[in-house]
């Protein structure tokens, strides 16, 4: 299949976060990477990472958020093709993502990547908003940006991304460990995973090939398994025990956060995510399981 004419620019959002950076970074290192430039937002254009971001080729920073989704085309400086949205979760999730959807259209968006989540397989997606607060805002988003699409008078389409759970989340520090105590709560239930590297992956070849996933929904998924799996894993790797913070820490976290971290978890326990390993890796062999993710990820540990 052929690759889009050159050249494309892509509207990144959260370009120095582990999604938006992983994107860029696919971008740039595929063989498709000069018929794109990629227009990197972030809110402080003078930090240390996205002084390193503007100094890459085809690409250009810009300082803004989501508050003023207008703004960051007219920052942009010229016409954008593709847009790949993420938002934080916060009060302010749905409002943020209409807005750039609203944005993208009034300035003639081709293709709209949107980083969304998995709500228990690709037919409950669909349908179910769920009870967890910042799932329901993903779903509310999904649902304007098709309506939305359908009816831009440039007939933009978009990729709906639903990832899992991300490997990210375990980390050396107390966040990391309240989430591994939190998992391991769970008792034989697993949960599913994936990288934010791989969701920057299948971001890029939505861009790369939008006909191909041409108003399409992917949930994606690197491997699934219960704490005390993946610790066997762990031990293997880094040489002793997973980290994880006191019961009485993980259970006060979902306890305070009930509308957020709380709600997950039971959610996570009473119905859990549906997508398929074999699926995702069939599209993309490189996939990381949970072994491939710490052999990359392991410094802060050893």
Known sequence: ??????????????????????????????????????????????????????????VTVIEGDLSNAEKL??????????????QINSDSEEQHGRGLIDAAIAHGISHFVYSSCDRGGPEKSASDPTDVKNFAAKFYIEKYLEARAASSPQEMTYTLLRPVTFFDNLTPDIHGRGFARMWEQLGSKKLQFISTDDIGWFAAQSFFYPEQHRNEAITLVGDELTQPDADIIFREVIGHSMPMAPCIIGSAVKF??????????????????GGSVDECRLTYPRLRDFRSWLKDNKGGWV
């Open 256 to 273: 305070v956060q009930k509308d957020t971290v709380g709600d997950m978890f039971r959610w996570f326990e009473a119905h859990g995510y």
């Open 73 to 86: 085309f007219t920052a942009a400086e010229r016409q954008v093709w593709g847009v790949y949205s993420v």
């Open 1 to 58: 299949m052929s690759t889009p004419a050159s050249p494309r620019t892509i509207l990144v959002i959260g370009a120095i976060g582990k999604q938006g950076g992983a994107v860029i970074d696919h971008i740039l290192a595929s063989k498709e990477a000069k018929s794109f430039h990629v227009i990197a937002v972030t809110r402080d254009s003078m930090s240390s990472k996205a002084l390193k971001l503007a100094s890459r080729p085809r």
